[in-house]
């Protein structure tokens, strides 16, 4: 009777686990062990700075009305009618397209988003491309919903789209293709014209097919861009392009779960997909995003972290790589290098950096065996005192 307490997938992810967070468990265990400053844990992308300000004057603001018209109940599952406006804006000038409430809906978080999407337009069956290595979370999003992750590799340590390898990946079964810019765990941006030659090979897909092909835009990392490259407005490129992103990372309030999901307003009947949308938002039980999360945001909606901060520790973490002797290409956004293994398979050189209290996820966790991720979301004195344990578990494989 004990093998059958749990649905046989849900059972095989709990044995399997997270990579990411079994590191980051692993790394509570050391630091009590240790001492929280002689482990160096980069296993987990969970910003460390404080809010900005105006998350601070906003949350006062909150405080203040506690008693009087201020609440904290239901509104409508899309979210408040002002902040979806604002909101709307806001996505619209990046996007570079007019863009309106009713095109937009409040989330629990960009995993929310994605998963109300994936609620939304799957059936059991229907195939999600995604460029590899990824956000290892979008096998568990595509499957929730009957749904199966198709990844398909990018070029060898530059992460450019490998479009030969996408096209074989299409089939009459394909519905979406989600990419992530900045990506996490590569860093890359992808370029212009990348992004149009890959909104050609969609739109072919889908006159070959005869189906609806979405393209999921992950943007969480929007404003983790550290050398002013363009981040490609998808609207203007593709015709059934959604934009999900979130607040965990700009502002510094992962916890508090506050994403979105905005349509183009291209797609053929984009009321009837945002419809369908709310309607999974409220039966997956999210109801709705986080209430005071939503009147925080109204006030900081052009708030954010100092991303001067994040760029040197971009370049301290170069440093420690390059001086260990190891190979990475530079992120050009996130705050993630996925750098080469110096031995084929990369869980040895993370055993090995593990031994020197150093805390790194496996490349193959992200669909790329090989590599390794490393998150410098932490102090750059964290990064500093971690170049020796870097630079001992590198000389083992030599």
Do not use: W
């Not at 209290?357 to 971690?386: H, Q, T, W």
Request: aromatic share 12%; with cysteine.
């Amino acid at each position: 009777m004990a093998d059958d307490l749990l649905n046989p997938t849900i059972a095989s992810y709990v044995g399997g686990g997270s990579m990411i967070r079994r590191m980051f468990e692993a790394g509570i265990e050391l630091k009590k062990r240790y001492g929280a400053d002689n482990v160096y844990d980069f296993s987990l992308g969970n910003p460390d700075l404080p809010p900005p300000p105006e998350v601070k004057t906003a949350l006062e603001k909150c405080a203040a009305r506690a008693g009087e018209e201020f609440a904290i109940g239901y509104m409508p599952n899309a979210g408040y009618p002002a902040l979806r406006s604002a909101l709307a804006q806001k996505v619209a000038a990046e996007q570079k397209c007019d863009l309106t409430q009713e095109h937009l809906l409040l989330t629990c978080g960009a995993a929310g988003g994605i998963n109300v999407f994936f609620h939304a337009v799957l059936s059991a069956g229907d195939e999600v491309v995604v460029p590899a290595p990824y956000f290892v979370e979008y096998n568990f999003y595509a499957a929730n919903f009957g749904g199966k992750l198709v990844p398909v590799p990018t070029k060898d340590f530059t992460f450019e789209l490998d479009f030969d390898a996408l096209e074989k990946a299409f089939t009459a079964k394909t519905r979406a293709v989600i990419i992530n810019s900045p990506n996490n765990p590569t860093g890359r941006i992808y370029t212009r014209e990348e992004l149009t030659q890959l909104a050609a090979l969609i739109d072919k897909m889908q006159r070959r097919f005869g189906r609806t092909i979405y393209l999921v835009s992950d943007e969480p990392y929007r404003f983790l861009n550290f050398d002013g490259a363009e981040i490609v407005p998808v609207f203007e490129l593709f015709q059934n392009a959604v934009v999900i992103g979130s607040f965990s990372k700009n502002l510094s309030l992962a916890g508090e779960r506050l994403g979105y999901i905005a349509l183009s307003p291209k797609i053929g009947d984009a009321v009837k997909v945002m419809s369908a949308l709310i309607l999974c938002n409220r039966i997956q039980g999210f109801v709705n995003a986080p209430a005071l999360g939503q009147q925080i945001l109204l006030e900081c909606l052009d708030a954010q972290v100092d991303l001067d901060v994040y760029r040197r520790r971009r370049a301290a973490m170069a440093k420690v790589l390059t001086d260990a002797g190891i190979e990475f290409t530079m992120p050009r956004g996130a705050f993630y290098f996925f750098a080469k293994s110096p031995v084929p398979d990369e869980r040895e050189f993370v055993d090995a950096l593990f031994a020197e209290r150093v805390l790194v996820v496996p490349g193959r966790g992200f669909g790329v065996p090989g590599y390794i991720r490393i998150a410098f979301c932490v102090d750059e004195k964290v990064i500093a005192n971690s170049a020796a344990g870097f630079a001992a578990a590198a000389r083992k494989f030599r």
